[in-house]
């Protein structure tokens, strides 16, 4: 049918990204997938039994905008059993439909026309849209491409009067690099006294590896009182089509959320949240992901350990980069196209989280995938 208007894009410089791009052809080619951000392997049977009785008990309606008062109330516990901080389950939880919607209603709720907003790139790739959708200027900061790490001192160079947010995510996708004290001193030192809301993108909190404490902003009450924090069950529970997560803040960030969170989606799924309150009330359920994927993290690196690649550390969430520039002089695009064409096996170029299509000689590898999947697709890399 043809469009009886023009509509004027709010993003006309968005298009069909690299990720279609390795969708389609990597179905043309029946590739074996390393690049997608989520498991191939089944989530535990019980929490599908859970889901499944929940409809059957009749929680098929409405959940209330906030979400289940047993979920809000079982997250509250666990956050303050973890992180030592105390959110008020009714004013200071809220459940989300994914974390994507999470991220979007924070952005929507809090920066206004004119503000600006810091990120680090490499990125997850909604922020940086998200920010401009809502009339404000993203400002990216590049992550150091020795080991991923930010420069503070670059950060109080960016900092100015229209500085309403700074995004942060940690454990971070794509790089695997994590939070450490010293990131947790810098952030407190330049946003105390300020009006700069922090907005955390914690959804892999549970997977962080080699012993290393998660740095979540609700373990610092200085910063507790300002940030945004989101995070999913989908990564936690394997169930990232189930599309629920939730959101912690200050009862006066959380009322402005919560005016555009009941205009996007209202609530959340009901039957997956009861099912979550149950699964929450056995710690093991999440405490055990770390040790679960810090096990693919070291089978994947060892497969890989005769080929031509130069793996990176990865210290926390569900992805390797693998360095290919010293043997290849294709960019990162051309380079993820020819292992699907010539190899049959899928991967993410590093270039594709940053907004310039930045070049870095780098792939992005998951290894949230069942230990067959692993092993084959790094006997295929081990062919480059």
Excluded at 288 to 294: C, H, M, R, V
Aim: glycine letters at 6%.
């Amino acid at each position: 049918m043809k469009s009886a208007m023009s509509p004027q894009s709010k993003l006309p410089d968005v298009g069909t990204t690299i990720f279609t791009v390795i969708g389609q052809l990597s179905a043309e080619h029946n590739a074996l997938n390393l690049s997608q951000g989520a498991p191939n392997f089944s989530c535990q049977p019980a929490l599908i039994d859970s889901v499944a009785k929940a409809m059957r008990d009749g929680h098929n309606q409405y959940a209330p905008m906030s979400g289940v008062a047993a979920l809000r109330h079982a997250l509250s516990a666990k956050v303050e059993a973890l992180y030592g901080c105390h959110y008020d389950a009714d004013s200071e939880v809220t459940v989300i439909a994914s974390a994507s919607e999470g991220l979007y209603s924070a952005i929507s709720a809090l920066v206004h026309p004119g503000d600006e907003v810091i990120y680090f790139e490499p990125s997850f790739d909604s922020y940086a849209p998200i920010v401009r959708l809502q009339g404000a200027k993203p400002v990216a900061i590049g992550l150091s491409m020795e080991d991923f790490s930010i420069d503070w001192d670059q950060v109080a160079s960016a900092i100015n009067s229209r500085t309403r947010m700074i995004i942060i995510n940690s454990p971070h996708n794509p790089t695997g690099a994590i939070f450490t004290d010293f990131d947790i001193e810098r952030l407190t030192a330049l946003t105390t006294d300020t009006d700069i809301v922090i907005l955390s993108d914690e959804v892999y909190e549970h997977v962080v590896f080699d012993g290393e404490r998660h740095e979540s902003m609700a373990c610092h009450p200085q910063l507790a009182g300002r940030s945004v924090i989101v995070s999913s069950f989908g990564k936690t529970y394997h169930v990232t089509g189930w599309r629920v997560g939730y959101c912690l803040a200050p009862a006066e960030l959380m009322d402005e959320i919560r005016k555009v969170h009941q205009f996007m989606v209202f609530s959340a799924d009901t039957p997956m949240q009861v099912a979550f309150a149950e699964a929450l009330a056995d710690p093991q359920s999440y405490l055990g992901l770390a040790d679960f994927y810090q096990k693919k993290r070291d089978l994947l690196a060892e497969a890989l350990s005769e080929s031509r690649f130069e793996l990176l550390p990865s210290r926390g969430s569900f992805f390797m980069l693998a360095r290919f520039s010293h043997f290849s002089p294709l960019t990162d695009d051309e380079f993820v196209l020819s292992l699907i064409r010539d190899h049959q096996i899928a991967t993410i170029p590093l270039s594709a989280f940053y907004s310039n299509n930045k070049p870095t000689g780098l792939i992005r590898l998951s290894f949230a995938k069942d230990n067959d999947t692993l092993y084959e697709g790094a006997r295929r890399l081990c062919r480059v």
